[in-house]
C-alpha cells in the first residue's frame, strides 16, 4: 500500500506559504487524486492539477505552473533530481508499506545460490527497506551491498530507468533487485554484466532475468542491424530539462554524417509514434529517456535507437545499456 503521509508534507508546504500549490502525480497516482484536493482544500489552499504525463524526477512541471502563477508545486512519488524551478518546488516522495523481507526469506536457497557477494537495488518506493534486506543477508553470512547516491540519484541502493550508477561501480557476485516490472533488473544486467534476481514484493517471486536481458538483447541488435542499411536519420531532442541531451544530439549528428548518413535534428516535448509516423526519415535516434526507445519499440512503426546504439553501428562493439549521468 502506498503512504502519501499529507500530514507530512503539509508541514513542509506551510514553509513556503502559498495560497496555491500545483500538483503533479505520475500514472500511478492519479487515482489519490481526490484525496490529495480534499486534503488541501480543507486547510483553504488552492490546488491545479497537471494533466500532462509525468515520466519521473527529471520530467517536472515547473513552467506550466509557473505560467499560471502558481505559487508551489508539489511533485509526487520521485526523489529529487533537478537543482532548480522556475516555481518553487517540494520532490515528495511516496512509499510503499508492502513488506520485502518475505520475499528475500522465502527465496533465500536461490539467493545464496548465487554467490557470497550481492548488490542490493530497488527504485524510490522501497528505499527505506533496503537497510532491512542487508542486514537479514549479512545474518546469512553474506556480503550486501548498496550503491552511493550520486547526482541524479538520491539514495543509496536506488536505480532509476535511465541511471543505474549508484549499483555499477559495486564488486558482487550478483545483484538483487527489489520491485516490479523487468526493465530495471535488466538494466543493470545490462550495466553491470552480473547476474540479477529480479524480486518482486508483490508476487513473492525472485527470478533470473538472463532469458529476458537477452530477448530485449536481441531486439535491440535487430534494430541497429536493421538502420546499418539506412540513410536518412533524425535525432529527437527532448525538451524536458531533466531529458535534454542537445549536446550528444550534435555529436550523433556530427557521428552520422562522417559515416555518409544524413541527419536532421527534431526538437520535441512529447516523444511518441506520431513523429515517427509524420516526419518522413528512415530512422529516429532518441537523445532523451534511454527507456523510450526500448519501452516503446514496438510502438514505433521505424527503427528508433538509443544513443549509445548509433556507435554501435559503426564500432561493432559490445552492447552498451544507454544511461543520462548528467542534470
Request: aromatic share 8%.
Given at each position: 500500500m502506498l503512504v502519501l503521509d499529507l500530514d507530512g508534507l503539509l508541514e513542509q508546504v506551510k514553509a513556503f506559504s502559498p495560497r496555491t500549490i500545483g500538483i503533479q502525480l505520475p500514472a500511478g497516482l492519479r487515482q489519490h487524486a481526490r484525496e490529495i484536493s480534499g486534503f488541501f482544500d480543507s486547510?483553504?489552499?488552492?490546488?491545479?492539477?497537471?494533466?500532462?504525463?509525468?515520466?519521473?524526477?527529471?520530467?517536472?512541471?515547473?513552467?506550466?505552473?509557473?505560467?499560471?502563477?502558481v505559487d508551489l508545486l508539489v511533485h509526487f512519488g520521485h526523489s529529487r533530481m533537478l537543482p532548480s524551478s522556475r516555481v518553487p518546488m517540494i520532490y515528495w516522495d511516496v512509499r510503499d508499506?508492502?513488506?520485502?523481507?518475505?520475499?528475500?526469506?522465502?527465496?533465500?536457497?536461490?539467493?545464496?545460490?548465487?554467490?557470497?557477494?550481492v548488490g542490493i537495488a530497488t527504485t524510490i518506493q522501497h528505499v527505506h527497506k533496503l537497510g532491512e534486506v542487508v542486514e537479514f543477508l549479512k545474518g546469512r553470512g553474506m556480503?550486501?551491498?548498496?550503491?552511493?547516491?550520486?547526482?541524479?540519484?538520491?539514495?543509496?541502493?536506488?536505480?532509476?530507468?535511465?541511471?543505474?550508477?549508484?549499483?555499477?561501480?559495486?564488486?558482487?557476485?550478483?545483484f538483487v533487485y527489489i520491485g516490479t516490472g523487468y526493465f530495471h533488473p535488466i538494466g543493470i544486467a545490462l550495466c553491470t554484466d552480473r547476474?540479477?534476481?529480479?524480486?518482486?514484493?508483490?508476487?513473492?517471486?525472485?527470478?533470473?532475468?538472463?532469458k529476458e536481458k537477452n530477448l530485449i538483447l536481441r531486439k535491440r541488435y535487430a534494430a541497429i542491424e536493421k538502420a546499418r542499411s539506412c540513410t536518412d536519420f533524425a535525432v529527437i531532442v527532448s525538451s524536458k530539462r531533466g531529458q535534454n541531451r542537445f549536446s550528444e544530439a550534435l555529436g550523433i549528428k556530427k557521428l552520422l554524417k562522417n559515416n555518409g548518413k544524413n541527419c536532421q535534428l527534431i526538437f520535441a516535448e512529447?516523444?511518441?509514434?506520431?513523429?515517427?509516423?509524420?516526419?518522413?526519415?528512415?530512422?529516429?535516434?532518441?537523445?532523451?529517456?534511454?527507456?523510450?526507445?526500448?519501452?516503446?519499440?514496438?510502438?514505433?512503426?521505424?527503427?528508433?535507437?538509443?544513443?549509445?546504439?548509433?556507435?554501435?553501428?559503426?564500432?561493432?562493439e559490445e552492447y552498451s545499456f544507454d544511461e543520462i549521468h548528467k542534470i
Amino acid at each position: 500500500m502506498l503512504v502519501l503521509d499529507l500530514d507530512g508534507l503539509l508541514e513542509q508546504v506551510k514553509a513556503f506559504s502559498p495560497r496555491t500549490i500545483g500538483i503533479q502525480l505520475p500514472a500511478g497516482l492519479r487515482q489519490h487524486a481526490r484525496e490529495i484536493s480534499g486534503f488541501f482544500d480543507s486547510r483553504g489552499y488552492e490546488v491545479v492539477f497537471s494533466g500532462d504525463p509525468s515520466y519521473g524526477a527529471c520530467d517536472v512541471a515547473d513552467e506550466l505552473m509557473g505560467s499560471l502563477g502558481v505559487d508551489l508545486l508539489v511533485h509526487f512519488g520521485h526523489s529529487r533530481m533537478l537543482p532548480s524551478s522556475r516555481v518553487p518546488m517540494i520532490y515528495w516522495d511516496v512509499r510503499d508499506d508492502v513488506p520485502i523481507l518475505p520475499t528475500i526469506s522465502g527465496n533465500i536457497d536461490l539467493i545464496e545460490s548465487m554467490g557470497k557477494k550481492v548488490g542490493i537495488a530497488t527504485t524510490i518506493q522501497h528505499v527505506h527497506k533496503l537497510g532491512e534486506v542487508v542486514e537479514f543477508l549479512k545474518g546469512r553470512g553474506m556480503t550486501a551491498l548498496l550503491g552511493n547516491k550520486v547526482s541524479r540519484v538520491s539514495n543509496p541502493g536506488q536505480v532509476l530507468g535511465c541511471s543505474f550508477e549508484t549499483i555499477k561501480g559495486l564488486d558482487v557476485d550478483f545483484f538483487v533487485y527489489i520491485g516490479t516490472g523487468y526493465f530495471h533488473p535488466i538494466g543493470i544486467a545490462l550495466c553491470t554484466d552480473r547476474p540479477v534476481l529480479y524480486c518482486d514484493p508483490y508476487t513473492g517471486a525472485c527470478e533470473n532475468v538472463e532469458k529476458e536481458k537477452n530477448l530485449i538483447l536481441r531486439k535491440r541488435y535487430a534494430a541497429i542491424e536493421k538502420a546499418r542499411s539506412c540513410t536518412d536519420f533524425a535525432v529527437i531532442v527532448s525538451s524536458k530539462r531533466g531529458q535534454n541531451r542537445f549536446s550528444e544530439a550534435l555529436g550523433i549528428k556530427k557521428l552520422l554524417k562522417n559515416n555518409g548518413k544524413n541527419c536532421q535534428l527534431i526538437f520535441a516535448e512529447e516523444i511518441n509514434n506520431s513523429i515517427i509516423q509524420d516526419f518522413d526519415f528512415e530512422v529516429f535516434v532518441i537523445a532523451a529517456c534511454p527507456r523510450i526507445a526500448i519501452d516503446d519499440a514496438s510502438n514505433f512503426d521505424k527503427p528508433v535507437l538509443t544513443v549509445t546504439e548509433v556507435g554501435m553501428m559503426f564500432s561493432g562493439e559490445e552492447y552498451s545499456f544507454d544511461e543520462i549521468h548528467k542534470i
